[in-house]
């Protein structure tokens, strides 16, 4: 009788842990940032900014806003595919324009043609993991430093040109016990999620604590469901980060 309640608890205590819903996990990763929202105006242009975790499937020769072609088929489809669904009166303009591989300064390579020349009115970027990733793998001698300095940099002079624009910023994230984040990652890529926060911070723009997002995920499913690969999300953890994106907007 007594092994047959533990096993049941047992049982009860994971269905609980699975049942965990993904708005659920997004509300209680928000924590201090849940307060600070962007506002969705009638006629906005938003824009999603990064490398392939927002590139993830789309078409870079597609102008159109709106479409799969131009948006993909990650978190910024379905992050667009809510917006418009649920805005439907106010005639928002939605763009990606991700590219696999970038770090910061790549962003500021093209910056005049893929984000200036849009004219955002709201300007999410999620950048980061390459800048510390690609010095293990590529060779990059880029330092957290580099990272800080390329990003206030960017976002300066995004200010001086589009003083209005409303920033929305991601933090970098990786998941360990997977294809290819392990320990040697640590401290040091840390660092980079800290300094996203900084920035989101000093530039007063809604923060999205990806990390925190994931990392409470893992009590519904393991690393492997939420990441391909520890960095690159899943379908599932597509939703998790559209859901911890539509969570800064009002």
Do not use: C
């Not at 991700?98 to 005049?112: C, F, H, P, S, T």
């Amino acid at each position: 009788m007594a092994n047959s309640r533990r096993n049941f608890l047992k049982t009860a205590s994971v269905g609980a842990i699975a049942a965990i819903s993904i708005p659920e996990i997004v509300s209680a990763s928000a924590g201090a940032y849940a307060a600070k929202k962007v506002a969705i105006e009638a006629n906005d242009i938003i824009l999603f900014q990064g490398d392939s975790i927002t590139d993830w499937g789309r078409d870079r020769k597609a102008t159109e806003p709106n479409t799969t072609n131009m948006l993909g088929t990650g978190y910024a489809l379905l992050t667009a595919a809510e917006l418009m669904a649920k805005h439907a009166d106010k005639n928002l303009k939605l763009f990606n324009r991700g590219i696999g591989g970038n770090k910061v300064y790549q962003l500021a390579e093209r910056w005049d043609t893929d984000t200036l020349a849009i004219k955002p009115n709201i300007l999410s970027i999620h950048i980061g993991v390459n800048d510390f990733w690609h010095t293990l793998t590529s060779g990059y001698k880029g330092t957290i430093d580099t990272y800080i300095t390329d990003y206030r940099k960017l976002l300066d002079r995004t200010k001086r040109e589009l003083p209005n624009v409303k920033l929305i910023i991601g933090e970098p994230f990786a998941l360990q016990g997977t294809k290819s984040v392990n320990s040697s990652w640590y401290p040091t890529f840390d660092l980079f999620r800290k300094a996203a926060r900084d920035i989101a911070e000093q530039y007063n723009a809604p923060f999205i604590p990806y990390q925190t997002i994931f990392d409470k995920a893992l009590k519904a499913a393991p690393a492997t469901y939420w990441t391909l690969d520890g960095v690159h999300p899943s379908i599932a953890g597509e939703k998790l980060m559209s859901e911890g994106w539509l969570a800064t907007v009002k």
